[in-house]
């Protein structure tokens, strides 16, 4: 069993829908939650993190952790196209010292 | 201000060659860490650098291995090449010693192996 399971999907959504991208852990040191952003041909990019459980909001994205489930979400508000990347989780903690373990990525597509 | 820079972007190698990637970090930021994508496999952890250190090592062979100058930059070398390497290599640095996970990418330099 991988530490951090992410369903690659590819997820195909109209603009404007609600998207729900998740993610499982099961190392229970994880304390941050982060989601990155990946475009295509580019490195990824914090698009938000959270500590510990709860939700955080930053515009139209929202991450929400539930470590009594190891369960990470990522909701996005009104999908736009330029919204489509592949989206990454990835759990920190402890004395890992610059490594993160990445969920697989799922891509995520908004058409017009 | 700057961000990461990785050089080169592209490379070809041939089975048994070696290749040296170059990272230079955000001005300030003295850790540095490298990761390899592969469709496959996704994002995984080579190793991180903080103060020419190596703190942290990924499950990678040691045919895979980096170095952190005084400067911060950092430079990862690959030797015997084999086909399987072919891949995306990231550089990320950041800021901070401990572990909140912001790390700031570079474009990533892509390597493939014939």
């Known amino acids: 069993q991988k530490e951090v399971e992410q369903d690659p999907g590819p997820l195909s959504v109209p603009e404007g829908a609600i998207v729900s991208l998740n993610c499982t852990y099961s190392?229970?040191?994880?304390?941050?939650f982060m989601w990155y952003r990946q475009y295509s041909r580019k490195g990824p990019e914090l698009l938000m993190y959270?500590?510990?459980?709860g939700n955080k909001e930053d515009g139209r994205f929202t991450a929400q952790v539930d470590k009594s489930s190891k369960y990470i979400s990522l909701f996005i508000r009104d999908s736009q196209p330029s919204d489509s990347a592949t989206y990454l989780c990835a759990p920190a903690g402890g004395t890992s010292y610059g490594k993160l373990t990445f969920g697989q990525g799922t891509i995520l597509t908004v058409h017009p | 201000k700057a961000g990461v820079t990785q050089t080169p972007r592209y490379l070809i190698k041939t089975r048994g060659q070696q290749v040296t990637l170059s990272c230079s970090p955000i001005s300030g930021h003295r850790s540095v860490s490298w990761y390899q994508q592969t469709p496959g496999q996704g994002l995984q952890f080579l190793f991180e650098y903080f103060s020419e250190t190596q703190r942290n090592k990924g499950n990678f062979p040691g045919r895979f291995s980096g170095r952190q100058f005084s400067n911060s930059r950092s430079e990862m070398n690959v030797s015997t090449l084999e086909l399987g390497d072919s891949a995306l290599y990231l550089c990320a640095s950041s800021i901070l010693a401990g572990d909140t996970g912001e790390l700031f990418f570079g474009e990533g330099s892509r390597l493939t192996v014939l």
């Open positions: 959270t500590y510990s459980s």
């Open positions: 190392n229970s040191a994880f304390q941050y």
